[in-house]
């Protein structure tokens, strides 16, 4: 099936064609009149050199007036076979499009609201056939099922037409033609950008992207160089400072190698308030009883840091690089990943 966009704005049209496979653009004077341009024949020009094919307006009030302006576009540099007259049903509508098919000219008789006239559309040997499907729904029609009925009497009778889905509104349109077989859709760019929209997609994208950060990148290059660290010569008055400017929950304790050898934290803190009051904050590090803190080395993948803060029920390890603490990480920071 092919999809074609739908629209008259220059710069939404070379975003979408960027896609790489639409088939074609379908424009109407409507929509250059909304976007205030006033060379339409300039326009049609620039646009195309933009896409595969163009879609564009051969008015005229009788069968010569219309395949005169057809054959007026196409001196303007059009490439016949890369350009799609499109022609409102009528009996002149019909005649014009009969002659100019019979000159290799491509057709699409569009503003269709019933099978009669998509029919008279496939006899007149039409490119394309073209009901309005939003158009027709605002009227009470059942425009799903006409283009249904469109798509059978093609594939029935064997006519040489494709059936054209246009006037789409929403995704549950494009979701419409696909099911009833509808040849050709054309769309707005908004819908157009939604078809792949899908909430379970984006967490799955999400999921495979985290998974690969934590398989790929070292906890190097996630920790920061804010690294909070006390001896067991300073008070706990000068942890919490450590801690408050560090924005960390916690400080390491090292030796005076630089190696961690236990680590203080807001927890640590709370339990000691609670039991011996407030001015315990003025007591040396070294007084705590503490055990050899979690840590992980600089180099190691991200992956091996999950697994130790699951395996140990810690929320902060402490990072070393050959056997000294450089700075902390927190299980949040391996929650947002797509920071780093």
Sequence with gaps: MELYLDSADVNEIKEAFELGFLAGLTTTPTFMHRH????????????????PVLQIEALGATADEIVAEAK????????????????????????????????????????????????????????????????SQDQGLDAISLIEQCVETVNYYGYDTKIMFSSVRNIEHIRNGLSVG?????????????????????????????????????????????????????SIHDALVKMTLSGFGAAAIIDETGAPIGIF????????????????????????EFKI????????????????????????????????????????DLMNLDKY
């Excluded at 341009?37 to 300039?42: A, H, K, Q, S, V």
């Excluded at 019909?94 to 006239?117: M, P, S």
Aim: charged share 25%; hydrophobic share 40%; aromatic share 4%.
């Design 36 to 51: 205030g341009i006033t060379d339409i024949d300039g326009t049609i020009v620039e646009l195309s050199k933009i896409v």
């Design 182 to 234: 509808a040849h050709t859709i054309t769309a707005p760019w908004k819908v157009i950008k939604q078809l792949t929209n899908n909430n379970l997609t984006e967490l799955g994208t999400k999921q495979f992207f985290e998974h690969t950060r934590l398989m790929t990148r070292q906890v190097r290059d996630v920790v920061t160089d804010v690294n909070p660290t006390v001896t067991k010569a300073d």
């Design 72 to 135: 007026r576009q196409t001196d303007l540099g059009l490439d016949k076979s890369k350009t799609v007259f499109k022609i409102p049903v009528s009996l002149e509508g019909l005649k014009a499009c009969k002659r100019l098919r019979d000159k290799d000219f491509l057709v699409n008789i569009h503003l269709v609201y019933t099978l009669q006239q998509a029919y008279m559309a496939m006899a007149a040997g039409a490119t394309y056939v073209c009901p309005l499907v939003g158009r």
């Design 293 to 332: 803190p979690k840590s992980i080395e600089a180099g190691a993948l991200l992956i091996d840091a999950s697994n130790l803060f699951k395996d140990s029920q810690v929320d902060t390890l402490i990072v070393t690089e050959n056997g000294k603490a450089i700075g902390m990480i927190d299980i949040q």
């Design 265 to 288: 934290t807001d927890g640590d803190l709370r339990r000691m308030i609670e039991k011996e009051g407030g001015d315990s904050v003025n007591r040396k590090v070294g007084d705590l």
